[in-house]
């Protein structure tokens, strides 16, 4: 078992800045692939994006490609989504999940482990 606990959300004006951080426990940290993806009210689960064990493949949705950066310090057994140039459209709950496989994916059926979520709000 993972257990997954992100932070790092809140209210934010548009243009603004926002670092969330998942904070993983249990099994080796470093095997797991690590993805980030987020619901809008009324709106399905959509990727955002996602990086593997290795930190050697990154992946994006179009939607945020060039605003945000995923990352992760092995160390800590934390990954980050560092988000930049915030719209009111990224308002939603950003949810982390772990891949067993380690690879990181945009399918959302690839991962095994679901944090709670953080709600991130941006104000126009």
């Known amino acids: 078992q993972v257990q997954l606990v992100e932070s790092g959300g809140g209210l934010v004006q548009a243009g603004g800045s926002l670092r969330l951080s998942c904070a993983a426990s249990?099994?080796?940290?470093?095997?797991?692939?690590m993805g980030w993806f987020r619901q809008a009210p009324g709106k399905e689960r959509e990727f955002v994006a996602a990086?593997?064990?290795?930190?050697?493949?990154?992946y994006y949705s179009d939607s945020v490609k060039g605003r945000v950066t995923i990352s992760r310090d092995n160390a800590k057994n934390t990954v980050y989504l560092q988000m930049n140039s915030l719209k009111p459209e990224d308002t939603a709950v950003y949810y982390c999940a772990a891949d067993r496989w380690g690879l990181g994916s945009p399918q959302s059926a690839r991962y095994d482990y679901w944090g709670q979520g953080t709600q991130v709000t941006v104000s126009s």
């Open positions: 990086i593997s064990w290795s930190t050697s493949s990154t």
């Open positions: 249990g099994r080796t940290f470093t095997n797991y692939g």
